[in-house]
Structure formats: structure tokens, C-alpha cells
């Protein structure tokens, strides 16, 4: 791409004369162009404001909705003279619009023929700034791709000029584009610390060019300006370019959000002619105005939240509403994912009226249910309400109804009076003589509406799906708009990154299961808001928002701190504190979680997978204890089931919860606990006792990381370890090592042996199948020690040590030793010959506080 020399001067040489004979062509071509648009648009502004061609649609109509005689008669004069009214002022306004643009038109000849010294002043000042605004913007605008012979300084805008024309190479650009308050907001909403612009030393400038240009234009920004020097430069260099062009996309719909078009400028949107139906000028709904909300009306005062996203649902609801036939929409989605929002941006976009013929002119408008059934003791009166309704919808045409949690209508306990308004108004849905659009979950859907057909008939279901992480950040960035005016006022000033929505979004989206997107993320957004101004304000990163939902759910999403990396690294020994030898299996839950902390693992599946096998009784289910403890952050994290319990099939309910309808639904008691703590340690033991059936479902959460519960809600299972124990293989492993051979020797021929116990396609997607080893006599002596430490320190409020001496110890080991249980008869026996005399001899005051205890073969009982 062409940057000096020829281009550059033939450029700058076309442009100074076309920014020299800018004036007369603003004056004389832009002017009119503008005039022109102008006087239409102006024609509808007044009649929106005056309703005239509604008057004139209403002319006959009784006002106030009386249709007795005397409110017919004063409704023709009444409207009349509105009709009247607002013509003269249409008239007169087009006039006024018509008069200006001949006077604009005209007053440069008047004045050079009338007062020439005076109107070389005049256009000399006129010219001057003329050329300096011309010569402040771009020459052209971004439109089309990138053609041989353009020249970038003709798409930059002011923030860019100056560093186009003053860089020689790439990192000089880039310094130069960062300096300018454009250019370090850009680098603070980006989340760009500290960058050396050395790195782009390499990068020829003309590269930095093209790809800016191709930013902005994928973009559809008009012009180049520091931000897409910046984010260009940023994009070739690798530094986090998702979120530089994630912020490119932000300035672009601010700058939409914000600007709001003047009348006579190109964006301006023009509404409907007549407007919609404006309060008591144009209303003859007065029964149905007391118990509802005219949503058209709220989003024309803009009182509304801006509708993001959902353009699929919207466009389909706009062809249900101009069917002719079953037109009436039943909006169905889970709680959250912005039914009410979907409605509200149907009236906003009947107020903007140019996209969807279908909604032009029309009212939308909520029925408030239990407002409308409050205070009328019988039926008669109810009915006779919802008749005025009925006829006021009828006879004023263009409502459409809108009525949230319409399965209220139909509920088989509801009480009878929300029943009787469904009665009333479906004949007059079945033939067509008013529009409704109804509101509901799915699972209130399959409960009440879809069995009832006389209901479900008259509805054209439209799903309404949660938002997309994509539509989530985009609500959250419209939002922050609003959380960072509110802490300016409150003198307490926010900022929030774009990383630090991405990261709201994507965390709550994986972590936070309660709630749908936006409304978690958001929330999670707000509190970390809320959080920085109470310490004064400051900037919302990713980092703070990691924190916080760190805090919230236990999972460690944080930057790895150098005493976490210390304890990582040592993992294994402050595991064997608790836990005597099974080198293998302590060394392969260690490193899966290193990984996982650092990163380097399979994101949509579990932190690990393990199949502990071995005798009863030597650690596998004590590993899972310790590890809870001092990883996890304590024995609460750990999620034990009992497979044995589930040998019977029909039992698959309890592990994952009964399906909607059941008559006792409860939770799972596997998909409950991760759902309420998802970063935790799942140990299923004994595991072979499962029914083969329920087995299977673990493939999915093996595989996937997620299992899906009775209700058919999908919980994620990726921030769990998984351990599966089983005594499957107990003889053959001690016949192995009986003959002397090691685990090593023997271990492929035993998972061949398992094989016939486990489906393969199960086994195999175990990350490792660890063999724990029965436990000798040296190993129960090393147990007891532990179990005298544990004691001592439940013993540490009243300063009571122990001392075990290695006979007692060993005494202790051998009464505690039972080939066939491993370690399992120590604790009774621990109970028995120490801890119970332990404490009758505290009680006697034997044993009192300050006392180091020693322990020897004396002190057992006899």
C-alpha cells in the first residue's frame, strides 16, 4: 500500500482544493440535500406530535370511550377542531422549513448584491472555518474493501491524523496514537497494561495501515481514527486481540447508544406518520387503560431499557402478528432469558415504525391480571369488565395484548375468576378480533398449557431462548453505561475493561447455574461495580471480576499467587501428612491438579478421572478425604456417594432427580451438590455395585464434563476431580503380590481382569486406573503415629501433649492389623485402648491441663 511520495502529494494536493471549495458546495448542494430531507421529516415530527391523521382516523369515534349519544356528539367537534389544529400547524411548520431554505438559498446573492465589502468579510470568515472544520475530518469514508491507490490519511479522523503524519515506522505510530486521550481510553478498555511498541519493530507500517482500514470497515465505522491504529497494531503483534477488537465493536455501538441523530442529519430515523396513540387525544380504551400498562407509550416517552439481541424471536413475532389467521404469539423460555424484554422491543419498534409493517401503528399493551380480577366479588362484574375491554379493543383496532405468565389463566388450582378471563376472551381470539402475545416457561408450558388444546390452538409458539454469550456482552456493555454515570454522580468515578465483561460473562456462563444469561453475569458485573466504588472508585478489570466469582462459587479462576504455586508443588507431601504410602495415586491426583491450575488440561471435561482399586481398608477412600481437606477447602467440598445404594435401577431418580410431573420431586443427590458447589471432589464408592445402567451416565460426564438431571437441566462437572473406588480384583491383586511380583509386573493383565467386572467403554474413560496396595505392618505403625498427632491436637485447648513410645505404637499397629480390612479395625481400636482411658483419666483430674502424656505399653488397659 502506498504510503509517501506520489500518492501521498496528489493526495493532499486534491484534497486542500476540495477542502477550499467546500463552502459553496455545503452551501449550495449539502444545504439543499439537507433541506430537502428536512421538510419530510418535519411533515411527519408534527403530525406525531399532533396526531393529526389520527384525529382524522378517529374522527367518528365517541370520546372517552362514552358511546351514549352525548359522547358521540362531542367527539366529532372535539376531534375536529384537533384535526384542524394540527393541519394549520403542519402548514405552518413546512412553511417555516420552506422559508428557511430560500432564505439560506438566496441570502448569499442578496448580500453580495446589496453589500459587497460586508459579504467578502462575511464569506471570508465563513471560508476560514469551513476549511479548518474540512480540513479536521476525513476526506472520504470507509465504504467498500481496500483499492490500489488509496491513501490512509483520507479515512483518518482527528485523533489519527496526527500520528499518521508524523510516524515513520510502526512503533512510532503506535507511541503516537497511545498518547491522545482517544488512544488511551482505547488501551484502558482493551485491558492493555504496559506494552513495548518494540515489538512491533518488525511490522511495516504499511501493514499496521491496511489492517486498520480493515478493521474499521468490518466494523462499519465511517472513519480511522487512533482506536483501529491502535487495535491493528496490537492484532499483528498477538497481544490479546479478541479483546482489542471485542473493544473496537464496544466504541462503535457506544457511539451509537449515545448519539442520538439530529432531524436533519442522514441517521435520523423516521417514525410513523400519525405516531401511535397518543393519551387522551386519540385513547378510547379507558376500562382497559386502568388495568394495564401501554408499553408503546413507555418506550415513545423512553422510558424502556434498549432490547439487545433476540432479532430471530422479534422477526418472528412480527410474521405471526401479520398473519391472518392463528395470529398470536405464546413466547416460551426459561425464567430470565428476556420474554418481557422480547414484548418491550416490539413496542419500541412499533415506535420507530420503519422496519416491520406489521406493527405500524399498532399498541401494545400488558395486561395486569390480578389488578383486572381484584375487587369483583362475582363473576357478573368481572365479565362485565372484561366485555368494556373487549369492545374498547375491538372498536379502537391496532391493541395487541400482552399478558406475562399466561399458564395463570389455566392452572387447575387457580382460582376461578383467572379461568373465567381465559373463558371471556378466547372466542374472541378464535376468531380473530384481537391480538395476544402470552408469556410462560417450558416448564409451565408441558404442565398446564400444551395438554390443554382449547388453550394451545389459538397460540403460535415462539421459543425464546437465553442469551448468547455474545448477546450477554453486549447487554452488559450497554449496561455499564449505566453503572459508570451513576458513580460519577456519586463522586466515587468506574471504569469497567471490556476483559472484564468477557470474563463475567464466560465465568457465571460455567460457574453460576441458578440464573440465565445476562441477568448472572450482570449481577456479577454490578457487585464488582459496587465493590470498587466503595473504596473510592478505580477500574474494574478481569482480575476483579476472577475474585469475585472466585468468592462466590470456591473455584479457583484467579492468577496462580507464589504460595498457591508453592503448594501445588509440594501437594504430595502435605498429602502423605494424612496419608501413609500409595505413592501412585498420590502422585497422579497431584499433577491433575497442577494442571488444571495451570491450565494445560481439557477445558470441557473434568479435572481428572481416577478408578481406585485395591483392599478394603488401605487409603482409597481416606486419599479422597485428605484431599478435600487440603485442597478443596475442606471435607464440605467432598461429594460421597454410595453406589452400593443404587444397584436398583428404579433408584437412577435419587442420583439425578425425578422428572417435572413427578408426584415427590426432589433434587439429585449427585447433580444438587455440584450444582451448589461446583468445584469439588466426587468420590462414588464402590463403584462396581452400580446398576450396569446407571454406570452409563457417567459416560457423559466423563466425556463431556456435564450430566443432565431430571428436569433436563445440564450441570457442569468440569471443576470436579472424580474418584471411583471399588474392592473389584482384591484376591487377584493379593495372589500377585503374594507370588512376589510388583504392581508394576502385573498391572496390564489387571486391567484386562477388569475389563470382565466394568464396561470397557467405561474403563476406558477413567484418566488413570490406580492399584492400591494392602497396607504391612510398617505402614500401620506410620497410620498410628498420624492418629496420635490427630489426637494431640484435639487436645491442644487444654495443653495436653502426647508422646507414644515405639513399642506402644507397634503394640497399637498389630491389634489394629486384620488382613482382610486393611486399616479399617485401627480406629475401633484407637477408640478402645487410648482414647477412651484418654478421657477418664481427664475427668478424674489424672490427667491434667500443662500434662505431656506418655503413651507405653503401661498405659493400655489390661
Known sequence: MPHHNVNRAASETSYLVKAALYLPYFWFVEGVRTFTRTIWRGVVYLDQITATTMM????????????????????????????????????????GILGAFAVWFIF???????????????FAVAWVFALYDRLGRPHLEIEGPWKDGFYILDFACESA???????????????????????????????VGEFDSQKLKDIPLDQVYRNAYDLALSLQFKSLCASHLLAAALVLAGEKSEDVKQTLLWEKRRRDWTHLPFIWEKDYEVGPIGGVNRGWTGRVTPTLDTFSMDLTKEAAAGRLKLMLGKQKPLEEVARILARERKANALLVGPPGSGKTS??????????????????QGRRIIQLDVGALVAGTPTEGELGERIQHILDEIEVSRGIILFIDEIHNLILSGAEAQTSFVFNSIRPHLETGKFQLIGATSWENYRKYISPNDAFSAVFELVEVPTATREDSIEVLEYQVLGFEKKSRKERKPVQVTS????????????????????????????EAVLAKQSTGGGAVGEEEIAVLISEKTKVPVTKITQREAKELLNLEGTIHKGLIDQEEAVKGVSD????????????????????FVGPTGVGKTELSKVLAKTYFGGKEALVRVDMSEFADLKNIYRLVGAPPGSEAPEPGQLTEAIRQRPFSLVLLDEFEKAHPQILNIFLQVFDDGRLTDGKGETVDFTNTIIIATSNAGTKYIQDQLTAGRSVEQFKTEFLE????????????????????????HEHLAKIVEL?????????????????????????????????????????RVMQDMVEAPLATKILTGEIKEGQTVTLDLNFLPR
Open 161 to 191: 491524523r496526527g500520528a499518521i503524519r508524523w510516524s515513520k515506522d510502526s512503533p512510532q505510530l503506535f507511541q503516537k496514537s497511545a498518547r491522545g486521550r482517544h488512544g488511551r481510553k482505547f488501551l484502558f478498555r482493551s485491558g
Open 108 to 122: 448569499p446573492f442578496w448580500l453580495f448584491f446589496n453589500y459587497p465589502s460586508l459579504a467578502i468579510v462575511f
Open 56 to 95: 382524522a382516523r378517529l374522527l367518528f369515534m365517541p370520546l372517552f370511550g362514552d358511546y351514549s349519544a352525548f359522547g358521540r356528539i362531542l367527539g366529532f367537534p372535539f376531534r375536529l377542531f384537533r384535526l384542524v389544529f394540527g393541519a394549520i400547524l403542519i402548514v405552518l411548520g413546512t412553511a
Open 753 to 776: 481382569h477388569l475389563r470382565g467386572i466394568f464396561p470397557p467403554e467405561l474403563l476406558n474413560r477413567f484418566d488413570a486406573v490406580m492399584i492400591f496396595k494392602p497396607l504391612s
Open 499 to 526: 476483559p472484564a465483561i468477557r470474563t463475567a460473562v464466560e465465568m457465571s456462563d460455567r460457574l453460576i447455574y441458578e440464573r440465565v444469561l445476562p441477568d448472572k453475569a450482570l449481577d456479577l458485573l454490578e
Open 592 to 611: 491433575a491438579l497442577r494442571r488444571a491450575r495451570a491450565g494445560i488440561r481439557e477445558e470441557e471435561k473434568p479435572i481428572a478421572t481416577f478408578l
Open 342 to 359: 422480547l414484548v418491550e422491543g416490539i413496542a419500541q419498534e412499533v415506535v420507530r415504525g420503519a422496519r416491520f409493517e406489521s406493527l
Open 787 to 827: 492418629k496420635v498427632k490427630s489426637l494431640e491436637k484435639d487436645l491442644a485447648a487444654k495443653s495436653i501433649k502426647l508422646a507414644a513410645t515405639p513399642e506402644f505404637t507397634a503394640k497399637i499397629a498389630e491389634l489394629g492389623y486384620a488382613p482382610a480390612w486393611g486399616a479399617r479395625p485401627l480406629t
